[in-house]
Nanobody
């Protein structure tokens, strides 16, 4: 499965952005989907994940209450709505897919390219 992330940009603190990730290729599987981010000089962080049906989600403590992950299976797309953005949210955001069952703990098999989010203070 191929993943294409989009929606990044430069915003001011307090603003909102919505990232999208479109899947193509072998999309017939029941993939969980997730978002990770990596800031310069920092380790990759698992930000949010969602199972295939959308009935279960994961959020990092750093984004709980501000970010919402959702998906539209008919469009093979997952979204990350980011509200009240902070400068510390600045990072390259990557989407990922998993069909092995390890998504909740951050185990993903397929990765897309990143989209840069920059939050100015």
């Amino acid at each position: 499965v191929q993943l294409q992330a989009s929606g990044g940009g430069l915003v001011q603190a307090g603003a909102s952005l919505r990232l999208s990730c479109a899947a193509s290729g072998r999309t017939g599987g029941r993939y969980a989907m997730g978002w990770f981010r990596q800031a310069p000089g920092k380790e990759r962080e698992y930000v949010a994940g969602i199972n295939w049906s959308g009935s279960n989600t994961y959020y990092a403590d750093s984004v709980k209450g501000r970010f919402t992950i959702s998906r539209a299976n008919a469009k093979n797309t997952v979204y990350l709505q980011m509200n009240n953005l902070k400068p510390e949210d600045t990072a390259v955001y990557y989407c990922a897919a998993d069909d092995s069952g390890g998504w909740y703990s951050g185990g993903y098999e397929y990765w897309g390219q990143g989209t840069l989010v920059t939050v100015s203070s």
